[in-house]
Protein backbone atom coordinates (compact mmCIF):
# COMPACT_ATOMS: atom_id res chain seq x y z
CA UNK A 1 0.00 0.00 0.00
CA UNK A 2 1.23 3.20 -0.69
CA UNK A 3 -0.15 6.96 0.14
CA UNK A 4 -0.08 7.89 -3.24
CA UNK A 5 -2.82 4.80 -3.68
CA UNK A 6 -4.76 6.59 -0.55
CA UNK A 7 -4.90 9.59 -1.61
CA UNK A 8 -6.54 8.49 -5.25
CA UNK A 9 -9.50 6.34 -3.09
CA UNK A 10 -10.11 9.78 -0.92
CA UNK A 11 -10.44 11.57 -3.97
CA UNK A 12 -12.34 9.54 -5.41
CA UNK A 13 -15.26 8.79 -2.38
CA UNK A 14 -14.61 12.58 -2.12
CA UNK A 15 -16.33 13.05 -5.38
CA UNK A 16 -18.80 10.72 -4.97
CA UNK A 17 -20.08 12.60 -1.68
CA UNK A 18 -19.97 15.92 -3.31
CA UNK A 19 -22.82 14.38 -6.05
CA UNK A 20 -24.57 12.63 -3.53
CA UNK A 21 -25.48 15.21 -1.33
CA UNK A 22 -27.41 17.43 -3.92
CA UNK A 23 -28.43 14.57 -6.08
CA UNK A 24 -30.33 13.18 -2.91
CA UNK A 25 -31.86 16.12 -2.30
CA UNK A 26 -33.18 16.56 -5.74
CA UNK A 27 -34.41 12.79 -5.58
CA UNK A 28 -36.41 13.59 -2.22
CA UNK A 29 -38.34 16.56 -3.98
CA UNK A 30 -38.51 14.04 -7.41
CA UNK A 31 -40.52 11.38 -5.25
CA UNK A 32 -42.09 14.00 -2.98
CA UNK A 33 -43.90 15.41 -6.54
CA UNK A 34 -42.26 18.82 -5.95
CA UNK A 35 -41.00 20.90 -9.07
CA UNK A 36 -37.43 20.33 -10.20
CA UNK A 37 -35.24 21.81 -12.45
CA UNK A 38 -36.09 19.09 -15.18
CA UNK A 39 -40.04 19.74 -14.62
CA UNK A 40 -41.14 21.98 -17.07
CA UNK A 41 -39.36 19.39 -19.79
CA UNK A 42 -40.18 15.94 -17.92
CA UNK A 43 -43.74 16.67 -16.46
CA UNK A 44 -45.34 16.59 -20.01
CA UNK A 45 -43.81 13.38 -20.55
CA UNK A 46 -44.96 11.64 -17.19
CA UNK A 47 -48.31 13.04 -17.48
CA UNK A 48 -48.73 11.37 -21.00
CA UNK A 49 -47.25 8.23 -19.17
CA UNK A 50 -49.69 7.80 -16.74
CA UNK A 51 -52.60 8.69 -19.37
CA UNK A 52 -50.86 6.10 -21.98
CA UNK A 53 -50.79 3.50 -18.85
CA UNK A 54 -54.20 4.54 -17.21
CA UNK A 55 -52.39 5.55 -13.89
CA UNK A 56 -54.46 7.52 -11.44
CA UNK A 57 -51.11 9.22 -10.09
CA UNK A 58 -53.18 10.92 -6.83
CA UNK A 59 -53.97 7.32 -6.46
CA UNK A 60 -52.01 5.77 -3.58
CA UNK A 61 -51.85 2.02 -2.79
CA UNK A 62 -51.40 -0.14 0.17
CA UNK A 63 -47.82 -2.38 0.93
CA UNK A 64 -50.07 -5.28 -0.44
CA UNK A 65 -51.25 -3.51 -3.55
CA UNK A 66 -48.24 -2.08 -4.02
CA UNK A 67 -46.21 -5.09 -3.64
CA UNK A 68 -48.52 -7.00 -5.87
CA UNK A 69 -48.00 -4.36 -8.61
CA UNK A 70 -44.42 -4.66 -8.61
CA UNK A 71 -44.37 -8.77 -8.81
CA UNK A 72 -46.57 -8.33 -11.85
CA UNK A 73 -44.57 -5.26 -13.52
CA UNK A 74 -41.33 -7.42 -12.88
CA UNK A 75 -43.04 -10.92 -14.14
CA UNK A 76 -43.93 -9.77 -17.33
CA UNK A 77 -40.77 -8.27 -17.68
CA UNK A 78 -38.95 -12.04 -16.92
CA UNK A 79 -41.83 -13.30 -19.65
CA UNK A 80 -40.97 -10.50 -22.18
CA UNK A 81 -36.65 -11.11 -22.25
CA UNK A 82 -36.91 -14.61 -22.20
CA UNK A 83 -39.12 -14.33 -24.83
CA UNK A 84 -36.80 -12.06 -26.45
CA UNK A 85 -33.80 -14.48 -26.41
CA UNK A 86 -35.27 -17.69 -27.51
CA UNK A 87 -36.56 -15.54 -30.67
CA UNK A 88 -33.46 -13.91 -30.81
CA UNK A 89 -32.49 -15.83 -34.54
CA UNK A 90 -36.44 -14.40 -35.81
CA UNK A 91 -35.46 -10.42 -34.92
CA UNK A 92 -33.81 -7.86 -36.90
CA UNK A 93 -30.77 -6.12 -36.00
CA UNK A 94 -28.74 -9.42 -35.35
CA UNK A 95 -26.35 -9.31 -38.16
CA UNK A 96 -23.68 -12.11 -36.41
CA UNK A 97 -26.31 -14.45 -37.13
CA UNK A 98 -26.89 -15.72 -33.63
CA UNK A 99 -28.99 -18.71 -32.53
CA UNK A 100 -31.63 -18.10 -30.59
CA UNK A 101 -30.49 -18.61 -26.62
CA UNK A 102 -30.73 -21.69 -25.01
CA UNK A 103 -34.09 -22.07 -22.72
CA UNK A 104 -31.91 -23.26 -19.38
CA UNK A 105 -29.48 -20.34 -19.95
CA UNK A 106 -32.44 -17.76 -21.14
CA UNK A 107 -34.47 -18.63 -17.95
CA UNK A 108 -31.04 -17.93 -15.76
CA UNK A 109 -30.42 -14.62 -17.82
CA UNK A 110 -33.73 -13.29 -17.28
CA UNK A 111 -34.27 -14.04 -13.88
CA UNK A 112 -30.54 -12.19 -14.15
CA UNK A 113 -31.16 -9.24 -15.15
CA UNK A 114 -35.32 -8.67 -13.70
CA UNK A 115 -33.78 -8.97 -10.18
CA UNK A 116 -31.06 -6.59 -10.97
CA UNK A 117 -28.26 -9.47 -10.73
CA UNK A 118 -27.00 -9.31 -14.24
CA UNK A 119 -25.22 -12.86 -13.52
CA UNK A 120 -23.69 -13.78 -17.01
CA UNK A 121 -23.12 -17.24 -17.51
CA UNK A 122 -22.24 -16.38 -21.39
CA UNK A 123 -20.27 -13.91 -23.30
CA UNK A 124 -22.24 -11.14 -24.18
CA UNK A 125 -20.47 -10.42 -27.78
CA UNK A 126 -20.59 -14.14 -28.79
CA UNK A 127 -24.36 -15.00 -27.45
CA UNK A 128 -26.79 -11.75 -27.74
CA UNK A 129 -27.22 -9.51 -30.60
CA UNK A 130 -27.72 -5.75 -30.91
CA UNK A 131 -31.54 -6.11 -30.59
CA UNK A 132 -31.58 -8.14 -27.09
CA UNK A 133 -28.46 -6.12 -25.65
CA UNK A 134 -30.74 -3.02 -26.64
CA UNK A 135 -34.15 -3.68 -25.77
CA UNK A 136 -33.69 -6.48 -23.27
CA UNK A 137 -30.87 -6.65 -21.28
CA UNK A 138 -30.42 -2.47 -21.25
CA UNK A 139 -34.32 -1.89 -20.61
CA UNK A 140 -33.81 -4.38 -17.74
CA UNK A 141 -31.30 -2.56 -16.21
CA UNK A 142 -32.81 0.34 -16.21
CA UNK A 143 -36.54 -0.97 -14.83
CA UNK A 144 -34.93 -3.67 -12.29
CA UNK A 145 -32.97 -0.63 -10.93
CA UNK A 146 -35.93 1.79 -10.96
CA UNK A 147 -37.80 -0.96 -9.59
CA UNK A 148 -35.37 -1.04 -6.35
CA UNK A 149 -35.30 2.76 -5.60
CA UNK A 150 -39.04 2.86 -5.82
CA UNK A 151 -39.35 -0.08 -3.38
CA UNK A 152 -37.11 2.02 -0.86
CA UNK A 153 -39.28 5.44 -1.03
CA UNK A 154 -42.14 2.96 -0.02
CA UNK A 155 -39.87 1.82 2.83
CA UNK A 156 -38.97 5.44 4.01
CA UNK A 157 -42.82 7.14 3.41
CA UNK A 158 -43.75 4.53 6.03
CA UNK A 159 -42.00 6.25 8.74
CA UNK A 160 -42.99 9.17 7.59
CA UNK A 161 -46.65 8.74 7.94
CA UNK A 162 -48.76 8.36 11.04
CA UNK A 163 -52.09 6.13 11.05
CA UNK A 164 -52.18 5.27 7.30
CA UNK A 165 -52.05 2.14 5.52
CA UNK A 166 -50.93 3.82 2.10
CA UNK A 167 -47.20 4.19 1.36
CA UNK A 168 -47.31 5.40 -2.46
CA UNK A 169 -47.87 4.22 -5.75
CA UNK A 170 -45.53 1.81 -7.67
CA UNK A 171 -46.37 2.84 -10.97
CA UNK A 172 -45.81 6.74 -9.88
CA UNK A 173 -42.42 5.75 -7.90
CA UNK A 174 -40.79 3.25 -10.76
CA UNK A 175 -41.56 5.75 -13.68
CA UNK A 176 -40.03 9.10 -11.85
CA UNK A 177 -37.09 7.02 -11.24
CA UNK A 178 -36.72 5.96 -14.76
CA UNK A 179 -37.66 9.77 -15.77
CA UNK A 180 -36.27 11.79 -13.68
CA UNK A 181 -32.98 9.66 -12.23
CA UNK A 182 -31.64 7.27 -14.07
CA UNK A 183 -32.31 8.31 -17.82
CA UNK A 184 -31.07 11.77 -17.41
CA UNK A 185 -27.59 10.80 -15.64
CA UNK A 186 -26.94 7.71 -18.15
CA UNK A 187 -27.13 10.14 -20.56
CA UNK A 188 -24.38 12.45 -19.63
CA UNK A 189 -22.21 9.32 -17.98
CA UNK A 190 -22.79 7.69 -21.54
CA UNK A 191 -21.39 10.53 -23.65
CA UNK A 192 -18.13 10.65 -21.22
CA UNK A 193 -17.71 7.51 -21.79
CA UNK A 194 -17.85 8.14 -25.34
CA UNK A 195 -15.43 10.87 -24.99
CA UNK A 196 -13.72 8.48 -22.92
CA UNK A 197 -12.84 6.02 -26.07
CA UNK A 198 -16.31 3.11 -24.95
CA UNK A 199 -17.64 2.85 -28.60
CA UNK A 200 -21.50 3.39 -29.11
CA UNK A 201 -22.31 1.85 -32.72
CA UNK A 202 -24.38 -0.71 -34.29
CA UNK A 203 -21.48 -1.92 -36.42
CA UNK A 204 -21.09 -5.78 -35.39
CA UNK A 205 -17.40 -5.39 -35.33
CA UNK A 206 -13.86 -4.33 -37.03
CA UNK A 207 -11.27 -5.85 -38.49
CA UNK A 208 -7.22 -5.05 -37.50
CA UNK A 209 -3.99 -6.27 -38.19
CA UNK A 210 -2.10 -7.12 -35.25
CA UNK A 211 2.07 -6.54 -34.89
CA UNK A 212 2.37 -10.15 -36.13
CA UNK A 213 0.48 -9.17 -38.84
CA UNK A 214 -2.30 -11.53 -37.82
CA UNK A 215 -5.96 -10.42 -39.04
CA UNK A 216 -8.33 -10.20 -35.80
CA UNK A 217 -11.60 -9.23 -35.51
CA UNK A 218 -13.41 -7.56 -32.54
CA UNK A 219 -16.92 -7.19 -31.42
CA UNK A 220 -18.22 -4.04 -31.19
CA UNK A 221 -21.99 -2.94 -30.35
CA UNK A 222 -23.83 -0.23 -28.45
CA UNK A 223 -21.22 -0.41 -25.35
CA UNK A 224 -21.63 3.18 -23.98
CA UNK A 225 -25.40 3.53 -23.58
CA UNK A 226 -24.89 -0.45 -21.80
CA UNK A 227 -22.10 0.79 -20.21
CA UNK A 228 -24.04 4.01 -17.98
CA UNK A 229 -26.70 2.02 -16.83
CA UNK A 230 -25.17 -1.10 -15.62
CA UNK A 231 -23.03 1.48 -13.31
CA UNK A 232 -25.45 4.04 -12.33
CA UNK A 233 -28.07 0.99 -11.91
CA UNK A 234 -25.59 -0.92 -9.56
CA UNK A 235 -26.62 -3.74 -12.85
CA UNK A 236 -23.17 -5.05 -13.41
CA UNK A 237 -23.92 -7.20 -16.14
CA UNK A 238 -20.90 -6.60 -19.10
CA UNK A 239 -21.89 -6.22 -23.18
CA UNK A 240 -18.56 -8.27 -23.28
CA UNK A 241 -17.35 -11.64 -21.21
CA UNK A 242 -14.37 -9.42 -19.91
CA UNK A 243 -16.76 -6.99 -17.92
CA UNK A 244 -15.06 -3.69 -17.08
CA UNK A 245 -11.53 -5.52 -17.29
CA UNK A 246 -12.49 -5.43 -21.20
CA UNK A 247 -10.65 -2.34 -23.02
CA UNK A 248 -13.96 -0.79 -24.86
CA UNK A 249 -15.94 -1.11 -21.99
CA UNK A 250 -13.25 0.49 -19.42
CA UNK A 251 -10.60 1.84 -21.43
CA UNK A 252 -8.30 4.11 -19.04
CA UNK A 253 -8.10 5.08 -15.66
CA UNK A 254 -10.26 7.61 -16.04
CA UNK A 255 -13.10 5.62 -17.30
CA UNK A 256 -12.10 3.37 -14.03
CA UNK A 257 -12.71 6.29 -11.95
CA UNK A 258 -16.07 7.01 -13.57
CA UNK A 259 -17.34 3.55 -12.96
CA UNK A 260 -16.49 3.28 -9.27
CA UNK A 261 -18.02 6.99 -8.98
CA UNK A 262 -21.34 5.66 -10.88
CA UNK A 263 -21.44 2.89 -8.95
CA UNK A 264 -21.65 4.60 -5.77
CA UNK A 265 -23.01 7.51 -6.88
CA UNK A 266 -27.52 6.44 -6.39
CA UNK A 267 -26.73 4.44 -3.19
CA UNK A 268 -24.85 6.75 -1.28
CA UNK A 269 -27.94 9.61 -2.45
CA UNK A 270 -30.70 7.41 -1.03
CA UNK A 271 -29.17 7.95 2.10
CA UNK A 272 -29.16 11.83 1.99
CA UNK A 273 -32.97 11.14 0.69
CA UNK A 274 -33.94 9.19 3.35
CA UNK A 275 -32.38 11.99 6.05
CA UNK A 276 -34.74 14.57 4.07
CA UNK A 277 -38.03 12.31 3.53
CA UNK A 278 -37.77 12.04 7.32
CA UNK A 279 -37.06 15.27 8.56
CA UNK A 280 -33.75 14.25 10.22
CA UNK A 281 -30.50 14.63 7.78
CA UNK A 282 -28.54 13.08 11.26
CA UNK A 283 -30.54 9.80 10.30
CA UNK A 284 -28.83 9.69 6.85
CA UNK A 285 -25.60 10.37 7.79
CA UNK A 286 -25.57 7.66 10.36
CA UNK A 287 -26.27 5.31 7.91
CA UNK A 288 -23.86 6.42 5.35
CA UNK A 289 -21.15 6.21 7.90
CA UNK A 290 -21.70 3.12 8.96
CA UNK A 291 -21.82 1.68 5.23
CA UNK A 292 -18.33 4.17 4.93
CA UNK A 293 -16.69 2.46 7.43
CA UNK A 294 -17.33 -1.12 6.22
CA UNK A 295 -16.65 -0.05 2.93
CA UNK A 296 -13.24 1.58 3.17
CA UNK A 297 -12.45 -1.29 5.89
CA UNK A 298 -13.14 -3.56 2.84
CA UNK A 299 -10.76 -1.87 0.32
CA UNK A 300 -8.17 -1.68 3.19
CA UNK A 301 -8.55 -5.58 3.43
CA UNK A 302 -7.91 -6.08 -0.35
CA UNK A 303 -5.27 -3.50 -0.88
CA UNK A 304 -2.85 -4.69 1.79
CA UNK A 305 -3.52 -8.13 0.67
CA UNK A 306 -2.90 -7.57 -3.06
CA UNK A 307 -0.31 -5.68 -2.57
CA UNK A 308 1.42 -8.21 -0.39
CA UNK A 309 1.63 -10.71 -3.09
CA UNK A 310 1.54 -14.29 -3.49
CA UNK A 311 3.98 -16.01 -1.00
CA UNK A 312 3.86 -19.21 -3.88
CA UNK A 313 4.65 -16.54 -6.70
CA UNK A 314 7.61 -14.81 -4.66
CA UNK A 315 9.16 -18.83 -4.13
CA UNK A 316 8.35 -19.30 -7.60
CA UNK A 317 11.01 -16.51 -8.57
CA UNK A 318 8.16 -13.60 -9.03
CA UNK A 319 9.11 -10.26 -8.23
CA UNK A 320 6.80 -9.23 -5.53
CA UNK A 321 6.88 -5.39 -5.47
CA UNK A 322 4.44 -4.52 -7.59
CA UNK A 323 1.74 -7.56 -5.30
CA UNK A 324 -0.13 -9.99 -7.04
CA UNK A 325 -0.69 -9.03 -10.10
CA UNK A 326 -2.65 -12.09 -11.50
CA UNK A 327 -5.65 -11.36 -13.11
CA UNK A 328 -5.53 -7.90 -12.74
CA UNK A 329 -5.43 -4.37 -15.41
CA UNK A 330 -2.12 -2.27 -15.40
CA UNK A 331 -3.87 0.70 -16.03
CA UNK A 332 -6.12 0.95 -12.92
CA UNK A 333 -3.31 0.62 -10.55
CA UNK A 334 -3.69 -1.69 -7.07
CA UNK A 335 -5.21 1.19 -5.26
CA UNK A 336 -8.43 1.91 -7.68
CA UNK A 337 -8.76 -2.11 -8.32
CA UNK A 338 -9.11 -2.79 -4.76
CA UNK A 339 -11.68 0.02 -4.01
CA UNK A 340 -13.26 -0.86 -7.08
CA UNK A 341 -13.68 -4.73 -5.60
CA UNK A 342 -14.57 -3.56 -3.15
CA UNK A 343 -17.74 -1.36 -4.12
CA UNK A 344 -19.00 -3.58 -6.76
CA UNK A 345 -19.57 -6.33 -3.63
CA UNK A 346 -20.72 -3.94 -1.05
CA UNK A 347 -23.02 -2.42 -3.77
CA UNK A 348 -25.16 -5.13 -5.18
CA UNK A 349 -23.39 -4.68 -8.55
CA UNK A 350 -21.31 -7.15 -10.01
CA UNK A 351 -19.11 -4.93 -12.11
CA UNK A 352 -15.41 -6.57 -12.40
CA UNK A 353 -12.45 -5.38 -13.76
CA UNK A 354 -10.35 -7.52 -12.70
CA UNK A 355 -10.44 -11.13 -11.74
CA UNK A 356 -11.42 -12.22 -8.14
CA UNK A 357 -10.85 -15.95 -8.66
CA UNK A 358 -7.11 -14.40 -9.41
CA UNK A 359 -7.08 -12.37 -5.72
CA UNK A 360 -5.12 -13.83 -2.84
CA UNK A 361 -7.32 -15.97 -0.32
CA UNK A 362 -7.97 -12.60 1.78
CA UNK A 363 -8.42 -10.57 -1.31
CA UNK A 364 -11.13 -12.84 -2.43
CA UNK A 365 -13.05 -13.51 1.17
CA UNK A 366 -13.77 -9.47 1.42
CA UNK A 367 -15.88 -9.23 -1.36
CA UNK A 368 -17.77 -12.92 -0.28
CA UNK A 369 -18.37 -11.42 2.54
CA UNK A 370 -19.14 -8.08 1.45
CA UNK A 371 -21.95 -9.73 -0.54
CA UNK A 372 -22.91 -12.10 2.10
CA UNK A 373 -23.71 -9.42 4.63
CA UNK A 374 -26.73 -8.24 2.37
CA UNK A 375 -25.46 -5.79 -0.28
CA UNK A 376 -25.51 -2.80 2.16
CA UNK A 377 -22.55 -1.51 2.41
CA UNK A 378 -24.17 1.00 0.35
CA UNK A 379 -25.73 -1.96 -1.50
CA UNK A 380 -27.51 -1.63 -4.37
CA UNK A 381 -29.46 1.50 -6.00
CA UNK A 382 -33.05 1.37 -3.33
CA UNK A 383 -31.89 -2.45 -2.09
CA UNK A 384 -29.06 -1.04 -0.15
CA UNK A 385 -30.92 1.61 1.88
CA UNK A 386 -33.78 -1.02 2.77
CA UNK A 387 -31.86 -3.56 4.07
CA UNK A 388 -29.89 -0.88 5.76
CA UNK A 389 -33.18 -0.02 7.28
CA UNK A 390 -33.90 -4.00 7.93
CA UNK A 391 -30.58 -4.23 9.80
CA UNK A 392 -31.59 -0.76 12.00
CA UNK A 393 -34.68 -2.12 13.01
CA UNK A 394 -32.31 -5.37 14.25
CA UNK A 395 -29.92 -3.01 15.75
CA UNK A 396 -32.84 -0.82 17.94
CA UNK A 397 -34.43 -4.22 19.52
CA UNK A 398 -31.17 -5.20 20.50
CA UNK A 399 -30.88 -2.18 22.06
CA UNK A 400 -34.32 -2.24 23.86
CA UNK A 401 -33.45 -5.66 25.19
CA UNK A 402 -30.38 -4.53 26.97
CA UNK A 403 -31.94 -1.31 28.41
CA UNK A 404 -35.82 -3.19 28.82
CA UNK A 405 -37.65 -0.54 26.56
CA UNK A 406 -39.91 -1.06 23.77
CA UNK A 407 -37.55 -0.39 20.70
CA UNK A 408 -38.16 2.67 19.00
CA UNK A 409 -36.88 4.07 15.34
CA UNK A 410 -37.88 6.92 14.14
CA UNK A 411 -40.61 7.74 16.38
CA UNK A 412 -41.92 4.40 15.26
CA UNK A 413 -42.49 1.22 17.93
CA UNK A 414 -41.11 -1.77 16.64
CA UNK A 415 -42.86 -4.65 18.54
CA UNK A 416 -43.10 -8.33 17.71
CA UNK A 417 -44.69 -8.51 13.97
CA UNK A 418 -42.11 -6.05 12.59
CA UNK A 419 -38.73 -8.44 14.36
CA UNK A 420 -40.53 -11.20 12.91
CA UNK A 421 -40.76 -10.31 9.25
CA UNK A 422 -37.42 -8.32 9.42
CA UNK A 423 -36.28 -12.27 10.32
CA UNK A 424 -38.28 -13.67 7.94
CA UNK A 425 -36.53 -11.50 5.56
CA UNK A 426 -33.00 -11.43 7.00
CA UNK A 427 -33.05 -15.64 6.67
CA UNK A 428 -33.63 -15.77 3.02
CA UNK A 429 -29.90 -15.12 2.26
CA UNK A 430 -28.40 -17.74 4.04
CA UNK A 431 -31.25 -20.47 3.64
CA UNK A 432 -30.20 -19.70 0.01
CA UNK A 433 -26.42 -19.62 -0.35
CA UNK A 434 -25.67 -22.66 2.39
CA UNK A 435 -28.39 -24.65 1.40
CA UNK A 436 -27.42 -24.35 -2.48
CA UNK A 437 -23.79 -24.74 -1.54
CA UNK A 438 -23.96 -27.54 0.46
CA UNK A 439 -25.81 -29.37 -2.48
CA UNK A 440 -23.34 -28.04 -5.49
CA UNK A 441 -20.65 -29.15 -3.14
CA UNK A 442 -21.50 -33.30 -3.01
CA UNK A 443 -23.64 -33.43 -6.19
CA UNK A 444 -21.55 -34.94 -8.94
CA UNK A 445 -23.47 -32.49 -11.82
CA UNK A 446 -21.91 -29.98 -9.53
CA UNK A 447 -18.82 -30.48 -9.07
CA UNK A 448 -17.65 -31.24 -12.67
CA UNK A 449 -18.39 -27.83 -13.22
CA UNK A 450 -15.32 -26.91 -11.37
CA UNK A 451 -11.56 -26.00 -12.42
CA UNK A 452 -9.88 -26.43 -8.97
CA UNK A 453 -10.49 -28.71 -6.03
CA UNK A 454 -10.38 -27.85 -2.30
CA UNK A 455 -10.75 -25.00 -0.20
CA UNK A 456 -11.01 -22.90 -3.52
CA UNK A 457 -13.05 -25.31 -5.43
CA UNK A 458 -15.61 -24.66 -2.38
CA UNK A 459 -15.04 -20.73 -2.68
CA UNK A 460 -15.89 -20.56 -5.99
CA UNK A 461 -19.33 -22.37 -5.27
CA UNK A 462 -20.40 -20.53 -2.88
CA UNK A 463 -19.21 -17.49 -4.51
CA UNK A 464 -21.26 -18.29 -6.86
CA UNK A 465 -24.38 -18.61 -4.70
CA UNK A 466 -23.72 -15.40 -2.61
CA UNK A 467 -23.78 -13.75 -5.75
CA UNK A 468 -26.90 -14.98 -7.41
CA UNK A 469 -28.94 -14.55 -4.07
CA UNK A 470 -27.28 -11.27 -2.65
CA UNK A 471 -28.27 -9.92 -6.63
CA UNK A 472 -24.72 -8.88 -6.87
CA UNK A 473 -23.68 -10.94 -10.34
CA UNK A 474 -19.87 -10.88 -10.01
CA UNK A 475 -18.07 -14.07 -10.54
CA UNK A 476 -15.47 -15.53 -8.95
CA UNK A 477 -14.46 -17.38 -12.43
CA UNK A 478 -12.91 -20.82 -12.58
CA UNK A 479 -16.57 -22.43 -12.38
CA UNK A 480 -18.62 -23.12 -15.73
CA UNK A 481 -22.11 -21.54 -14.86
CA UNK A 482 -24.07 -22.71 -18.34
CA UNK A 483 -25.19 -25.66 -16.85
CA UNK A 484 -28.53 -27.02 -16.22
CA UNK A 485 -27.59 -27.22 -12.47
CA UNK A 486 -26.57 -24.28 -12.18
CA UNK A 487 -28.25 -22.36 -14.78
CA UNK A 488 -32.11 -23.74 -12.69
CA UNK A 489 -30.72 -23.15 -9.05
CA UNK A 490 -28.92 -19.81 -9.60
CA UNK A 491 -32.23 -18.73 -11.20
CA UNK A 492 -33.74 -19.69 -8.03
CA UNK A 493 -31.78 -17.91 -5.67
CA UNK A 494 -31.65 -14.88 -7.44
CA UNK A 495 -35.52 -14.68 -7.61
CA UNK A 496 -35.66 -15.83 -4.22
CA UNK A 497 -33.14 -13.11 -3.24
CA UNK A 498 -34.90 -10.16 -4.54
CA UNK A 499 -38.08 -11.17 -3.95
CA UNK A 500 -38.66 -13.54 -1.08
CA UNK A 501 -36.62 -11.19 0.55
CA UNK A 502 -38.55 -7.60 -0.35
CA UNK A 503 -42.05 -9.14 0.34
CA UNK A 504 -41.48 -9.22 4.23
CA UNK A 505 -39.64 -6.04 4.15
CA UNK A 506 -42.98 -3.95 2.09
CA UNK A 507 -45.18 -5.93 4.82
CA UNK A 508 -42.83 -3.78 7.53
CA UNK A 509 -43.09 -1.03 5.39
CA UNK A 510 -47.24 -1.51 5.44
CA UNK A 511 -47.38 -2.14 9.38
CA UNK A 512 -44.57 0.83 10.39
CA UNK A 513 -47.09 3.78 8.10
CA UNK A 514 -50.23 2.57 10.19
CA UNK A 515 -48.75 3.19 13.48
CA UNK A 516 -48.82 6.56 15.11
CA UNK A 517 -45.60 8.77 15.38
CA UNK A 518 -44.77 9.37 18.84
CA UNK A 519 -42.32 12.17 20.00
CA UNK A 520 -38.58 10.91 21.25
CA UNK A 521 -38.34 10.98 25.24
CA UNK A 522 -35.63 11.14 27.74
CA UNK A 523 -35.43 7.52 27.64
CA UNK A 524 -35.45 7.09 23.11
CA UNK A 525 -32.76 5.57 22.58
CA UNK A 526 -30.77 8.10 20.18
CA UNK A 527 -30.51 6.50 16.17
CA UNK A 528 -28.48 9.30 14.78
CA UNK A 529 -25.24 9.33 16.48
CA UNK A 530 -21.69 7.57 17.36
CA UNK A 531 -23.25 5.18 19.64
CA UNK A 532 -25.77 3.44 17.33
CA UNK A 533 -23.12 3.69 14.50
CA UNK A 534 -20.88 1.27 16.77
CA UNK A 535 -24.28 -0.78 17.62
CA UNK A 536 -25.60 -1.06 14.04
CA UNK A 537 -21.79 -1.62 12.49
CA UNK A 538 -21.41 -4.77 15.74
CA UNK A 539 -24.94 -5.75 14.52
CA UNK A 540 -24.10 -6.49 11.26
CA UNK A 541 -20.13 -8.38 11.84
CA UNK A 542 -21.81 -10.29 14.71
CA UNK A 543 -24.60 -11.38 12.06
CA UNK A 544 -22.46 -11.83 9.08
CA UNK A 545 -19.90 -13.87 11.19
CA UNK A 546 -21.84 -16.25 13.04
CA UNK A 547 -24.06 -17.16 9.69
CA UNK A 548 -20.72 -17.80 7.38
CA UNK A 549 -17.70 -17.84 9.29
CA UNK A 550 -17.68 -21.96 9.04
CA UNK A 551 -18.38 -21.96 5.38
CA UNK A 552 -15.42 -19.22 5.27
CA UNK A 553 -13.16 -21.09 7.57
CA UNK A 554 -13.59 -23.94 4.97
CA UNK A 555 -12.40 -22.18 1.91
CA UNK A 556 -10.56 -18.68 1.86
CA UNK A 557 -9.40 -19.03 5.14
CA UNK A 558 -7.91 -22.49 4.90
CA UNK A 559 -7.06 -21.65 2.23
CA UNK A 560 -4.71 -18.58 3.15
CA UNK A 561 -3.12 -21.01 5.65
CA UNK A 562 -2.43 -23.58 3.11
CA UNK A 563 -0.54 -20.21 1.14
CA UNK A 564 1.25 -18.59 4.24
CA UNK A 565 2.76 -22.58 4.40
CA UNK A 566 3.91 -22.34 0.78
CA UNK A 567 1.66 -25.10 0.24
CA UNK A 568 -1.03 -26.01 -2.68
CA UNK A 569 -4.05 -27.86 -2.83
Known amino acids: MTLAGWIQIALVLAAVLLAAWPLGDYMARVFAGE ?11 ERSLYALARVKPNSEQTWLSYTLAMLAFNGIGFVFLYALMRLQHLLPLDAQGFAAVEPGLAFNTSMSFVTNTNWQSYSG ?23 GIALAVAVIRA ?20 LYVLLPLSIVVALVYVASGVPQTLAINISATTLEGIKQTIALGPVASQEAIKQLGTNGGGFF ?8 ENPNAWSNILSIWSMLLIPTAMTFTFGRMVGDRRQGWTLLAVMGLLLIAGTAVIYASETAGNPLLTAAGVDPS ?6 KELRFGQALTALYIAATTGLSCGAVNAMHDSLTPLGGMVPLFMIELGEILPGGVGSGLYGMIVMALLAVFVAGLMVGRTPEYLGKKIEAREMKLAML ?11 FTAIAAVLPAALTSLANGGPHGLSEILYAYS ?8 AFAGLNANTPWF ?16 VPVMAIAGSIATKTKTAASAGTFPTDGALFSGLLTGVILILGGLLYFPALALGPIVEHLLMLAGKTF
Open 35 to 45: RTELSSILSPV
Open 125 to 147: ETTMGHLVQMTGLAVQNFLSAAT
Open 159 to 178: FTRSGVREIGNFWVDVTRAT
Open 241 to 248: NANAAHPF
Open 322 to 327: AGNLEG
Open 425 to 435: ALIVLPFCILS
Open 467 to 474: SATGNNGS
Open 487 to 502: NTTLGLAMMFGRFAYV
